[in-house]
């Protein structure tokens, strides 16, 4: 089969619509150009919004592949399920009614005989971007009743989580630079000027950064790496990865020992001040040194600048969430900002309000942590949801408990979470497996049955988390672009059809009274008639005493309607203070889980100096990511224009590195971990730190099965063929992904 698009070529009328990209968190306000009428309408135009108040006309290379998406003959449209013939795995289109059926039945046959927790859930990050899975995922996720669920998160921004649940008493109180208007940015392990920002959403980086410049702001980007935002930075410190915990309790340490502890107005609310010192004690600047690569004197004079910057904030991402010492990182650049006075702080770090506030609304708990923890190895939930690096245990590993069924939404977690390979062998064991996805990709195609959702330009939308984490309050509502397909189902629908089709078939399965099982009918059985538009309009009207209070217009469906390029709510205010007095809370600076954790620190960063490498040295280098504008995750590379040109899976390695091991740019090099090895060509550049190897993650579309001939063309390796699954957040068990061990070699 060809790979050709598979609309006609455009007639009839022109219209221009506008919506939102949401691929990226950084959910840019679009223009869209469509021709023709009814089911054969084509998109010919995609442009940034100049109205749109948060992206004011901002639009990167990906937003172009929301058309490539909505045409791509690989994507499904129907209903598929795989038949072995002569031991060959076939795949068959099916009708929806069929395919409910099947998914249904082998969901439940697991479940009567194995029990609930033989069923596992995994939910991509797709799951937050797309609305519809935020309003009714649940739905039927709930009703499967199993403690084995898993996320995109754990391999990304669960230390955010755990850390706001611990100091703010709220998982999603997640506090944002307030990008706008401050004047000294520190960063760390975040490369927005690739990604467009992270727990920010800020669309149009560049532009707010070279505003930062232009106001006689500084930016300071700590990384292992020399990257795009570090290239636009004042100031760029290599760091050795992994070795970030250690730096940022030396910047606590400076405050203290210096005495410029200022906490400003959230003062009275703070607890433990001074066990934070005592225990931020044996991290010198001068004894972590050794350890991080950063010199004393720097970085006492960026604790220094923190505190002094009339508006400055720490901002901490990827690289310093996914490693061994995530949590600690996290809380301390929290502890940082604290300590300064910078939180709660115009130009500092500030909650945003958005016009339907989860929180405010209770759709969303406040997390819980530890409350149960997985079989095998005994790894702890947070807020319902085990890590997913535990995931192919679960399944692989007999007894009692044993994982024999997944449902998939969303996700790839083959090329996007540790090990891989495993993951790979532990689905194909599976007794029962279901996707819901419009691609057969590395993972799904170890489904029994695919169930495909329309894609984004065919549904409506509206943020409903990422305007959590704005650095400017806005509020949207986008109307779909152009019709769905006939007979396709929306994400949203697909989850009440198949919560009313288990409810029925595992009614006697189901524990509690009578009454209370009919009451859970009747709420799904509503809930499935209400789309996420309506529930939008009632979230409004539910929003609007909270949106008085706080001086902001209450918002109702209709004014967003009128205005389909946003409505501009304003810069972000302090209210994390009040928020936290309302609720009678206070901050408790040492929560007991980083108390306990400090000595390991102590013993790892503050004793004796670590001996230099020599120059020559040929043992193991230690591993970190790589993200690229034209990529995401794992799934756009069934996009010609995004994965045109030189490959990009590539090892970068400084040239010492390679003279030590006699390897030449551009040959082929075998990676090797603990956990398997890929072959990778070989990129040399100064603008790594000696003895770090960069690789970026979500490729390697080679494996037998799927779906996509544009990125099986570009196919690359999987660098989470490499990741160690037994390498993760020491207090979380997130993924540990950055500073992996590995070996690199001539390719044989
Ligand atoms: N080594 C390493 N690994 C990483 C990372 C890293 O930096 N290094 N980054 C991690 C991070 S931050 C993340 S978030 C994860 C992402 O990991 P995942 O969420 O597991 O994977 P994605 O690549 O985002 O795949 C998204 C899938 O959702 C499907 N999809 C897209 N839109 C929709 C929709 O609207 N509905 C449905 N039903 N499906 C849809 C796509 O077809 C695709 O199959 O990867 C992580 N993995
Ligand atoms: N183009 C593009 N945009 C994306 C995505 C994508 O795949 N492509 N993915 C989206 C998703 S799901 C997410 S979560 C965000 C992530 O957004 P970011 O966190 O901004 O993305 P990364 O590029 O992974 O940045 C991590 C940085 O940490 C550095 N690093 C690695 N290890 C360490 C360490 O030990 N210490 C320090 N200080 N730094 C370290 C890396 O060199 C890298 O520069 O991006 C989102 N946006
Ligand atoms: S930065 Fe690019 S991918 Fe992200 S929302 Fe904007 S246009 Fe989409
Ligand atoms: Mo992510």
């Known amino acids: 089969m060809s790979h050709t698009p598979s609309v006609a070529a455009p007639t009839g009328p022109l219209h221009t619509r506008h919506g939102v990209c949401n691929l990226c968190e950084a959910i840019c306000g679009l ?57 060959e795995h076939r795949w068959q289109t099916i009708g929806w009614d069929e395919a409910f059926d099947l998914v249904v039945e082998g969901l439940a046959r697991v479940r009567e005989q194995h029990g609930s927790q033989a069923v596992a859930v995994y939910q991509g990050n797709p799951s ?205 650049i929290q502890v940082l900002n604290i300590l300064t006075g910078q939180l709660d702080r115009e130009g500092g770090a500030l909650l945003p309000t958005p016009a339907l506030n989860l929180i405010g609304l209770q759709l969303m708990g406040p997390g819980h942590f530890g409350a149960w923890r997985s079989r095998v190895r005994g790894a702890p939930e947070f807020g319902g949801e085990l890590p997913v690096s535990v995931m192919a245990e679960e399944m692989l590993t007999p007894g009692r408990g044993q994982v024999r069924a997944l449902v998939t939404s969303c996700g790839n977690p083959v090329l996007s979470t540790p090990n891989g390979r495993q993951l790979d062998q532990a689905l194909a064991g599976l007794d029962f497996m279901v996707a819901i996805d419009f691609y057969r990709n590395e993972t799904t195609r170890h489904a029994h049955v695919i169930l495909p959702p329309t894609c984004f330009v065919e549904h409506d939308h509206a943020d409903l988390v990422f305007l959590h984490l704005a650095v400017h309050n806005v509020a949207r509502y986008s109307p779909a672009i152009v019709p769905p397909a006939p007979g396709t189902m929306h994400d949203w629908e697909i989850h009440s059809e198949l919560a009313r089709r288990y409810a029925r078939r595992t009614w006697a399965l189901e524990r509690g009274s009578v009454l209370q099982r009919l009451r859970g009918l009747a709420t799904r059985g509503l809930m499935r008639r209400l789309s996420p538009r309506t529930l939008l309009a009632v979230g409004l009207k539910l929003s609007a005493k909270a949106a008085r209070r706080q001086g902001r217009p209450a918002l109702r469906l209709r004014d967003l309607l009128a205005h389909p390029e946003g409505i501009d709510l304003g810069p972000l205010q302090p209210s994390l203070g009040e928020t936290l007095q309302r609720a009678r809370r206070r901050i408790g600076l040492l929560p007991l889980g980083i108390r306990q954790e400090l000595p390991h620190l102590v013993a790892l960063f503050a004793g004796a100096p670590m001996a230099e490498p020599a120059p020559d040295a040929t043992g193991p280098l230690k591993l970190i990511g790589r993200r690229d504008v034209r990529s995401n995750n794992s799934w756009l590379h069934n996009s010609a224009r995004l994965v045109s040109g030189k490959p990009r899976c590539t090892l970068w390695m400084h040239p010492r590195d390679a003279a030590a091991r006699a390897l030449q740019h551009g040959q082929a090099v075998r990676v090797a971990s603990r956990v398997g090895d890929i072959t990778v060509p070989l990129h040399l550049t100064e603008d790594i730190r000696p003895g770090v190897v960069s690789l970026p993650h979500g490729w390697g579309h080679d494996r037998p099965g799927v779906q996509l001939q544009v990125a099986q063309a570009h196919a690359g390796a999987s660098l989470n063929d490499l990741s160690d699954d037994h390498l993760t957040d020491r207090i979380s068990a997130n993924a540990a992904f950055s500073a992996q061990p590995v070996t690199v070699g001539p390719a044989t």
Not at 258 to 280: H, M, T
Not at 307 to 331: F, K, N, P
């Open 31 to 87: 223009t869209f150009q469509v021709q023709g009428d009814g089911a054969q309408q084509r998109i010919v135009g995609i442009s940034g919004n100049k109205a749109d108040p948060l992206s004011r006309g901002h639009i990167c290379p990906k937003a172009l592949a929301l058309k490539d998406l909505h045409e791509d003959p690989d994507r499904l449209r129907q209903p598929v399920k795989r038949v072995t013939v002569d031991g």
């Open 128 to 332: 937050i971007h797309n609305w519809g899975n935020v309003t009714h995922g649940h739905l039927f996720f709930g009703q499967l009743k199993t403690r084995q669920r898993y996320s995109a998160t754990s391999v990304d921004q669960l230390p955010h989580h755990l850390v706001s649940h611990w100091l703010y008493g709220h998982q999603l109180r997640l506090p944002v630079p307030d990008i706008d208007r401050t004047r000294f940015m520190l960063v760390l392990g975040a490369n927005p000027m690739a990604s467009n920002g992270s727990l920010m959403t800020a669309p149009d980086i560049r532009a707010r950064f070279k505003a930062l410049a232009a106001r006689g702001g500084k930016l300071v980007v700590i990384d292992p790496r020399k990257t795009e935002t570090a290239a636009i930075a004042d100031e760029h410190h290599f760091i050795d990865p992994g070795s970030d915990a250690a730096w940022l309790l030396s910047l606590i340490h400076t405050l203290f020992d210096e005495e410029r502890v200022n906490p400003g107005a959230l003062a009275p609310l703070l607890d433990q001040i001074k066990a934070v010192r005592d225990a931020v004690a044996p991290f010198r600047p001068e004894t972590t040194a050794t350890h991080t690569g950063i010199d004393a004197a720097t970085t006492r004079r960026l604790a220094r600048e923190l505190a002094e910057a009339e508006g400055g904030v720490v901002y901490g991402r990827m690289g310093v969430s996914t490693q061994a010492h995530g949590v600690v990182c996290q809380w301390a």
